[in-house]
């Protein structure tokens, strides 16, 4: 079992950045850990994965180039980096670890195929 707490959020103007860390526990294994995030009224979206290597296997398309996700496996810690953020990608961030793949699946992260989600971190971009 691990926990997952994740941290660093917060309010930022449209254009600003921010870089979410996910800590765990424990050692982060050799699973792909992904990143979420739910809007109020939506759906929880898959936003980007990585593999056990730290190669990077997924990106939502609405934030292809502007996030970075990587993980530090001495510090037991997965990170999302996001630059020029925009209104829209306001929402509670939580990563997870998938519960089967040391890889990325090819295409959008699937909520039910991961668990040990954290207590999320609220990301609000507005001017």
């Known amino acids: 079992q691990v926990q997952l707490v994740e941290s660093g959020g917060g309010l930022v103007q449209p254009g600003g950045s921010l870089r979410l860390s996910c800590a765990a526990d424990?050692?982060?294994?050799?699973?792909?850990y992904g990143w979420f995030r739910q809007a109020p009224g939506k759906d929880r979206e898959g936003v980007s994965c990585?593999?056990?290597?730290?190669?990077?296997?997924y990106y939502a398309d609405s934030v292809k180039g502007r996030f970075t996700i990587s993980r530090d496996n001495m510090k037991n810690t997965v990170y999302l980096q996001m630059n020029n953020l925009k209104p829209e990608d306001t929402a509670v961030y939580y990563c997870?670890?998938?519960?089967?793949?040391?890889?990325?699946?090819?295409?959008?992260?699937?909520?039910?195929?991961?668990?040990?989600w954290g207590q999320g971190t609220q990301v609000t971009v507005s001017s």
């Open positions: 424990g050692f982060l294994g050799t699973n792909a």
């Open positions: 990585i593999a056990s290597s730290g190669g990077e296997g």
């Open positions: 997870a670890r998938d519960l089967q793949r040391v890889y990325c699946r090819d295409g959008p992260l699937r909520p039910h195929e991961y668990g040990y």
